[in-house]
């Protein structure tokens, strides 16, 4: 579904011309604004101020005096042993912050449906059309930002595999490795390869 998010996020394809099926057109474009307003719930939360779109019952760190932990922080086996105020007010504050932001992408879908198409030329960028309008539509431009630079295809990713012989690392022997523990295999593995270590 997100080829088709950035299809529409293309201003030039957004009313999906290319499909013959008016049935079809009309099922991809409810199908993707149901998705931008999923996707720019997880990018946009922060920004209006609200920590999380997921209700827990733990309590903030902030609250305790203490500092935010940078690591992933586990889940608490006992958080339902916390308050329930503290529950209720933050689901409160979550569901304000999420009508609000779903308020604010809707109005920016429909003005963004009311652009004038842009006309195609040479060298046309879509990134470049929503660096220009990203005063207007500030969350849409976020995540139109977001999905762009997606790769369209693993082939990348495949070719770094292959080149840093990582299948032969991964092994059925050694398939509990940490990723970051596979990284450094790799580089040094490279660097020995290519007669840069010793």
């Not at 088709?4 to 013959?20: C, E, G």
């Not at 198409?117 to 960028?125: E, H, K, L, S, W």
């Amino acid at each position: 579904m997100l080829h088709f998010v950035a299809t529409y996020l293309d201003p030039s394809l957004r009313y999906f011309a290319f499909v013959t099926s008016v049935a079809d057109r009309n099922l991809f474009l409810v199908q993707v604004l149901e998705s931008i307003h999923v996707l720019s719930e997880d990018i946009t939360l922060d920004d209006m101020g609200c920590a999380s779109k997921d209700v827990t019952n733990e309590p903030e760190t902030e609250c305790m005096g203490e500092a935010t932990p940078t690591k992933k922080k586990k889940t608490n086996p006992f958080s339902w042993f916390y308050s329930i105020e503290m529950a209720s007010q933050k689901s409160t504050d979550g569901m304000q912050c999420s009508e609000s932001l779903r308020g604010t992408i809707e109005t920016e879908l429909f003005q963004y449906n009311l652009e004038k198409v842009p006309q195609p030329r040479v060298g046309y960028n879509p990134l470049e059309w929503w660096e220009e309008k990203q005063i207007l539509y500030h969350n849409l431009a976020q995540l139109a930002k977001r999905v762009f630079v997606i790769p369209a295809s693993s082939a990348e990713s495949e070719r770094h595999y292959s080149a840093f012989n990582a299948r032969n690392i991964i092994t059925p022997m050694r398939n509990h490795l940490n990723p970051e523990t596979v990284q450094a295999i790799s580089v040094v593995l490279d660097g020995y390869n290519n007669s840069l270590i010793d």
